[in-house]
Nanobody
């Protein structure tokens, strides 16, 4: 089993920044990719970003390209999501996810473990 704990959410004004962190614990040995997803009220969960084990490959949804940056620190088993130029449409619960694979994917069905989420609210 792998446990994921997100942190860093909060309330921010439009144009502001937040950095989310997700720390994995438990059976985290081996190579694994990690991703961030989000779910706004009344909407389905959507892919935000993902990163490979080495950090050499990243994937972003179009709406966050140029504003969000995903990174990871394997020594700390932690993945980060730096969010800049935030917009009200970015308001959602953000979830991190763990995939026991070297494949970087936006498909939520490929991820094996999920965190409980952290709320991000962007005011206009």
């Amino acid at each position: 089993q792998v446990q994921l704990v997100e942190s860093g959410g909060g309330l921010v004004q439009a144009g502001g920044s937040l950095r989310l962190a997700c720390t994995a614990s438990g059976r985290t040995f081996g190579l694994y990719s990690m991703g961030w997803f989000r779910q706004a009220p009344g909407k389905e969960r959507e892919f935000v970003a993902a990163i490979s084990w080495s950090g050499g490959r990243t994937l972003y949804t179009d709406s966050v390209k140029g504003r969000f940056t995903i990174s990871r620190d394997n020594a700390k088993n932690t993945v980060y999501l730096q969010m800049n130029s935030l917009k009200p449409v970015d308001t959602a619960v953000y979830y991190c996810a763990f995939e026991q694979s070297v494949v970087v994917t936006s498909d939520p069905d490929k991820y094996d473990y999920w965190g409980r989420g952290t709320q991000v609210t962007v005011s206009s």
